[in-house]
């Protein structure tokens, strides 16, 4: 980077409080701090827009304060490992170094999201604009499918009249010698759309769970007529859990919360009437247990039970028969990657259905599955949980190995996995 670069860059007080851009094969949405993003279904094998009829996106909900809690980040996500393998580097020019990737805090004069160092695409190299990417291979899981990252815009050169200035995000697949690209997000670099802080995007990447791994690139391309150019920085990119699955339980009638596995196997939580005194959002969240061993062999179903403090009091169950009204718990505690203790007791059980397949069960006797709970300590069958709260005395499991379900009463919330011998 030279002084004719410097020159240019400034820290912008232009605050575009809205972009919208729909380019067929991509919707993006800004509000907030945050901008939603939805694939669409199906790999490209082009980055040329999608045809007319591809389905609508889907819009993943994202938190009021412009960030989702992060499970885990891809490798050195937030680009602090310079050194280190992940990220490999692609260069216009190497006339004014060998990386992108690197603590430009002085330069912009705001710090990164994370740590010292962010990618930057964009600027100049003397006079010449630069077009440099970054990339990575990662396995996509259905645990955790959400990608996300965190981009700030800052361009001083007035408009650019040529058309391909812009940044993207791109997934890649190579297969039987043919390379698909599919392009997840797009930012046009011709105008000044200046973030002036930090944005979050989050992109469901669901249809591109199993398989092969994929590459992400981030990058982007400057008009080859062009000497203007636009800057963006990359920051915080990670992997993430999909919202979890909610339903309402109301005193009177009770509810119910459906979850659907990629399998098509069913997880079904009932609530009979009187279960609570107040209207509650029950939550559901599959979780992967690579991270909290469980006691047996595991049968390919863990989640989290929770509920949404925000919107109800939660019923506590006082001595064994006696109930009152409890006071708003804190907001609701954050799902991470360990265990965590049971929240609150319901006043009558909760029918807990686990639907499972063959492959499931393929080394497994079916007549040995149950259902563990972390008790803060331990794992525990989480049958005890109603004997423990004195609402049912001698509770059982259905087991259905020819229709393939386990089912049990549940008297409290927490973590939960089943497993078999």
Known sequence: MNKSFLSRVMVSSVL?????????????????GVMVVAATDGWATSTT??????????VVPVGNNGATAVTSLIYNGSFEEISQPGWYEYLSTVTCGLTKIGDWSDNFGFPAY??????????????????????????????EPILSFWYYAERIDPDSSVPDDFAYVDL?????????????????????????????????????????SVLLRFGNSVGTQDSLVGNVLFDYVSLESLPPIVANIDPENGGALIYIDPQGSRTIIEAPPRAVTSTVALLYAPR???????????????????????????PLLVGAANTSLGTPLPAAKPIGSLPYEPSFTFLQPLTVTIEYS???????????????????????????TCIDAGILPEPFYTSNPD???????????????????
């Open 172 to 212: 890649i697949r190579e297969e039987r010698q043919i390379t698909d690209v599919t392009r997840i997000w797009e930012l046009p670099m011709i105008h000044a759309n200046n973030t002036t802080g930090w944005v979050n995007v989050q992109i469901d990447l669901s249809q591109f769970v199993g398989g092969a």
């Open 49 to 58: 827009s999608a045809p007319a009829d591809s389905a609508a996106p889907k």
């Open 358 to 384: 063959d492959d499931d069960v393929l080394f497994i006797d079916e007549e040995t599955l149950r259902v563990y709970y972390w008790s803060g300590t331990e794992w525990v069958d989480a049958i005890q």
């Open 288 to 314: 992967d247990p690579e991270f909290f061993p469980l006691p047996g062999d595991y049968a390919n179903h863990a989640f989290d039970l929770d509920v949404n403090a925000h919107l109800a009091y939660l």
């Open 16 to 32: 575009v409080a809205c972009v919208l851009l729909t380019l067929g094969f991509v919707w993006l949405a800004f509000s907030g």
């Open 403 to 421: 229709e393939n379900y386990v089912q049990l009463p549940v008297c409290h919330l927490s973590r939960f996995g089943m497993v078999g011998n």
């Open 114 to 143: 994370d740590g010292l160092n962010t990618l930057w695409v964009g600027g100049y190299c003397g006079e010449i604009p630069f077009s440099n990417s970054a990339e990575q291979w990662l396995s996509i899981s259905h645990y």
